[in-house]
């Protein structure tokens, strides 16, 4: 197995197609779509378009169906709810299809839809997605963060890390067989630093920062706790984990 490590979706490379590619975005997109699943909705389907979104979700019946929609870190007006995981309880998501766009998440995971397997990481599900790494023992994989507009994020290269960090020590692979980049060593490296305080972590991180001005600190503090989620989001169709 070799992991690439891509800090933004612009950086990810668009002339390849990897086995396994892991869309990241801590804060919050990939925390609230694992917290969804968890939580019993019946799928999440992914929209950088929001009035794209509003037209298919149209078709599914409105009792079935939860639209959430996020700009800035806010709640686009006229959706049933933004994009805080915590927001995502069983009696709001059971059952129904989660129709989400985010800032940057939702456009992360389209940027590797094309991969063999696509999955939604977060530190939340960690275990889950470094587990299946383990099991699966995919040739190629991506683990790509969402940043913030094109700019990196220190909350998706620490939850890489993360991943790669378990991945890397669970397997016996020797680090220099596993590195696919130099990101993903230096991804390991900001994990290790970090692992035991991930929460101060997401402080310190620009996107942290902006929550915690729209008074997001619960968010944070949940984001921040690893494996705590035994759920796999896996792309079953194009956009739809
Ligand atoms: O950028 C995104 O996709 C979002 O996760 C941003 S926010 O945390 O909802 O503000």
Same mark, same amino acid.
């Given at each position: 197995?070799?992991?690439?490590?891509?800090?933004?979706?612009?950086?990810?490379?668009?002339?390849?197609?990897?086995?396994?590619?892991?869309?990241?975005?801590?804060?919050?997109?990939?925390?609230?779509?694992?917290?969804?699943?968890?939580?019993?909705?019946?799928?999440?389907?992914?929209?950088?378009?929001?009035?794209?979104?509003?037209?298919?979700?149209?078709?599914?019946?409105?009792?079935?169906?939860?639209?959430?929609?996020?700009?800035?870190?806010?709640?686009?007006?006229?959706?049933?709810?933004?994009?805080?995981?915590?927001?995502?309880?069983?009696?709001?998501?059971?059952?129904?299809?989660?129709?989400?766009?985010?800032?940057?998440?939702?456009?992360?995971?389209?940027?590797?839809?094309?991969?063999?397997?696509?999955?939604?990481?977060? @530190?939340?599900?960690?275990?889950?997605?470094?587990?299946?790494?383990?099991?699966?023992?995919?040739?190629?994989?991506?683990?790509?963060?969402?940043?913030?507009?094109?700019?990196?994020?220190?909350?998706?290269?620490?939850?890489?890390?993360?991943?790669?960090?378990?991945?890397?020590?669970?397997?016996?692979?020797?680090?220099?067989?596993?590195?696919?980049?130099?990101?993903?060593?230096?991804?390991?490296?900001?994990?290790?630093?970090?692992?035991?305080?991930?929460?101060? @972590?997401?402080?310190?991180?620009?996107?942290?920062?902006?929550?915690?001005?729209?008074?997001?600190?619960?968010?944070?503090?949940?984001?921040?706790?690893?494996?705590?989620?035994?759920?796999?989001?896996?792309?079953?169709?194009?956009?739809? @984990?």
């Amino acid at each position: 197995m070799k992991l690439f490590v891509y800090h933004t979706p612009e950086l990810v490379p668009s002339d390849a197609i990897p086995d396994c590619a892991i869309a990241i975005d801590v804060l919050r997109a990939t925390s609230t779509m694992a917290t969804a699943l968890a939580e019993g909705a019946e799928a999440v389907q992914v929209f950088s378009d929001l009035s794209e979104l509003l037209q298919v979700s149209e078709q599914w019946p409105a009792e079935q169906r939860i639209r959430a929609g996020e700009r800035g870190g806010a709640t686009v007006e006229g959706f049933d709810m933004g994009n805080s995981p915590l927001d995502c309880t069983a009696a709001r998501v059971q059952g129904r299809r989660l129709f989400i766009s985010t800032t940057n998440g939702t456009r992360c995971l389209q940027k590797v839809q094309k991969a063999k397997t696509v999955l939604a990481g977060a @530190l939340i599900n960690r275990r889950a997605v470094a587990n299946y790494l383990l099991a699966q023992q995919p040739k190629t994989v991506w683990i790509a963060g969402s940043g913030w507009e094109g700019s990196y994020s220190l909350e998706d290269t620490v939850c890489a890390g993360a991943i790669a960090h378990t991945v890397w020590t669970e397997s016996g692979a020797k680090l220099d067989e596993l590195a696919g980049n130099d990101e993903m060593v230096a991804a390991i490296a900001l994990y290790t630093q970090w692992q035991d305080r991930l929460l101060e @972590l997401l402080h310190h991180a620009s996107h942290g920062q902006r929550l915690l001005r729209l008074n997001c600190h619960e968010d944070l503090k949940y984001c921040a706790t690893t494996d705590i989620l035994d759920v796999l989001p896996i792309q079953r169709e194009i956009g739809v @984990l």
